[in-house]
């Protein structure tokens, strides 16, 4: 599926772009693999530009010289000013809305549209930019630059057209420095391409924030005029930096033996949690054994010492009710309610099963027992289902006809087939109806909302909107310009948001999910994009009542759907293995097992509030370790590797969790038997 992300850019004059930001690329050592924005149609050819202003300079350039850049005209005519020092004139730069300006030419993942700008002089908005003297500091890490930053754009595909749409080109902002203004990129239609492999599931959380790296700063949404959030620094840590970062694991961290723990040995890590009002526990891949077996454990200490008494699931609205109907009530047979179709394959097996077991065991003597929601939205047709069944004892006619609405979005219809496959009317007509569904709820009397099941069927309303909602560009037939950052967000932001609602004042709860959904933090330059998870939804409005744990290991094999690599680097997902074992390393140089492995212990946790504050440990938190995270799909062929352009990147080892769990080695999790031929359903 090709996804298209829609954006224009006015390059303003593409001589201070090329040099700007090639100079900045050869500050930083990169050399190789840049996308450039090239004058299309300019009076000058971009030849004579980029010989004039670098090529002597930066061996860079030579490469793009050779790229072949068109020499056309009769879009813009300018002065061109000497270029001496940091002092460069601008003048009477003029050009037409809705023309062709350029193209991206040569391979990419680096963008290099950051450069920033001093400008003194008139100031002409509408159509035609004029500028008068610009003072240019890009080098030494911008120093004395007093014009504001400008995104950065991460782009992945090759040879991208650019069309002007609308050029705004100066505008006067005081924290600029008085007196001048800051000459910036108007962003309305820069197209990007980039693919979602065909069968890959569509709620899959580590394929969607692949796409928010992808698209960049830049890629669907106008940014503010404030400086942007820099690009996590790929250094990787020194030696010095290491060996103080093992001695502080060896100190403060708690190892423990990963066969025989029990619920004493983890009693104080669930009083340090327990202090939270709702506390997310994550796991790195979805098919380990060590990870969802430690949940479970820590899960019962919580329950035991009084801390949580609501189990928030990963899971759609109809699977944690059928749970959440056993545990409380013994009613239904455990074993089908773990395997029913609402219920996400990857946790059909002995590490959830047996606690489902125990929290009913758990709940026959306790005084408050413990109930189980799930807080996910990927089960439009039963969840529409139960709010029409509610609405018809009230509302006969409205119910009868959103029922026909819903066309083939029945009760037992799996959502993500039908997405696929729903005519695109059909589509509309469907996302319409449940937006109608969740605005009869909100608009409800008193007496209905006092009648038995409204609460219930309200929710179920809801989780069948957000489902439409969270993937509404995720059609073919979509308008991909439309999904931003924020877009790919939007099913982790409805599942906190859900966690919120559902929670009662008094109560306080645990969250079963992958450790990229309950971070509670992320790096600032995704933050800035909008992008956001289940955790930080929760953190906005909790703050330090939010904790969280996340995993980590050293080798081992998991389960997960395997895809081999197609000639062009895309997985190839006619071939692809689902819900199989795969054994790969995460204790190579760069990966977070290789430091735990030098402690000397088989497992351990680590609060990392334990840092020392010391200059090593504060560098060393800030570089790129890889975690050996696995979503629901794994590319052996490109494990753990730096891509850019899919947005593949090591993130540091300290942002997101509250405690790390490590174990140096990794089993894949004990499935139930399968009722039909297994294939990864997508949290």
């Not at 606690?355 to 990927?378: E, M, S």
Request: hydrophobic fraction near 45%; proline fraction near 5%.
């Amino acid at each position: 599926m090709l996804l298209l992300l829609s954006r224009a850019i006015w390059v303003a004059d593409a001589q201070f772009c090329k040099y700007g930001s090639l100079q900045r690329l050869h500050f930083l050592g990169l050399r190789l693999g840049i996308d450039v924005i090239v004058a299309g149609k300019m009076e000058q050819s971009m030849n004579d530009q980029m010989g004039r202003m670098v090529f002597e300079r930066h061996a860079l350039v030579r490469r793009l010289a050779r790229a072949g850049l068109v020499r056309e005209r009769d879009v813009a005519k300018h002065d061109r000013g000497a270029i001496g020092g940091e002092v460069c004139q601008l003048r009477a730069l003029q050009h037409r809305e809705a023309e062709h300006v350029g193209r991206l030419v040569a391979p990419a993942p680096i963008a290099v549209e950051r450069v920033d700008f001093g400008v003194r002089g008139e100031q002409q908005a509408r159509d035609q930019a004029r500028v008068g003297k610009a003072r240019l500091a890009l080098a030494h890490r911008r120093r004395g630059s007093f014009g504001e930053r400008l995104p950065v754009a991460w782009r992945p595909i090759l040879d991208v057209d650019i069309k002007l749409h609308h050029a705004p080109s100066l505008s006067a902002r005081s924290r600029c420095g008085k007196g001048s203004a800051c000459l910036r990129f108007s962003c309305s239609a820069i197209s990007i391409a980039t693919s979602r492999p065909g069968g890959l599931p569509v709620g899959d959380f580590m394929h969607r924030i692949l796409i928010v790296f992808a698209a960049g700063i830049c890629a669907a949404a106008p940014l503010p005029a404030l400086a942007q959030p820099a690009m996590p620094d790929p250094a990787p840590a020194t030696a010095e930096e290491e060996v103080a970062a093992v001695a502080w694991l060896k100190d403060k961290g708690v190892a423990f033996d990963p066969g025989a723990y029990d619920g004493d040995s983890l009693a104080p890590l669930a009083e340090q949690l327990g202090k939270a009002r709702i506390i997310g526990i994550g796991e790195a891949t979805h098919g380990s054994h060590q990870d969802q077996a430690f949940k479970a454990e820590l899960i019962k200490q919580l329950v035991r010492s009084g801390k949580v008494t609501v189990l928030m699931l990963e899971a759609n609205r109809d699977a944690g009710e059928q749970f959440d109907r056993y545990v409380r009530e013994g009613a239904g047979d455990p074993a089908e309610a773990v395997r029913a179709e609402s219920f996400f394959r990857i946790w059909k097996n002995d590490e959830f099963g047996g606690l489902l077991l125990w929290l009913r065991a758990w709940n026959q003597k306790a005084a408050i027992p413990v109930r189980i929601i799930g807080v996910d939205c990927q089960d439009a047709g039963r969840d529409s289902g139960v709010a029409l069944e509610f609405i018809a004892a009230h509302d006969p006619a409205k119910a009868a006809q959103w029922a026909a609405d819903m066309g083939g979005l029945k009760p037992g219809v799996r959502f993500v087939n039908w997405l696929d496959t729903a005519e695109r009317a059909e589509f509309d007509r469907v996302t319409a109806t449940t937006a109608a569904l969740a605005g009869w709820f909100e608009s409800a009397d008193d007496a209905t909302r006092a009648a038995p099941g409204f609460a219930r069927a309200r929710f179920a309303a809801v989780t069948a909107q957000q489902a439409l909602a969270a993937f509404e560009f995720d059609r073919d037939d979509s308008d991909k310009s439309r999904a931003d950052p924020a877009y790919y967000a939007r099913r982790d932001k409805f599942m906190g948001e859900n966690a919120l609602a559902m929670l009662a004042p008094d109560e306080r709860a645990v969250i079963w999910a992958h450790d990229s959904h309950v971070m509670e933090d992320i790096p600032d330059f995704l933050d800035a994009m909008g992008f956001q998870t289940l955790g930080t939804t929760i953190a906005d409005k909790l703050g330090a009542d939010y904790a969280t744990v996340g995993f980590t290991w050293s080798q081992g094999s998991f389960r997960s759907t395997v895809a081999p690599l197609n000639a062009d680097g895309s997985p190839d997902m006619k071939t692809r293995r689902n819900l199989e074992v795969v054994t790969l390393p995460n204790n190579r140089t760069g990966e977070l097992g290789n430091l735990f492995d030098r402690t000397g212990a088989q497992a351990m946790w680590i609060d990392l509030a334990t840092r020392p504050d010391t200059p090593l440990i504060a560098s060393w938190s800030t570089r790129p370790y890889w975690r050996g995270w696995a979503g629901a799909l794994v590319m052996p062929g490109k494990w753990q590797v730096t891509d850019l352009s899919i947005g593949e990147f090591a993130g540091d080892a300290v942002t997101g969790h509250d405690v790390i769990v490590w174990f140096q080695t990794i089993t894949p999790t004990r499935l139930w038997p399968q009722a039909d031929p297994p294939v990864t359903s997508a949290p």
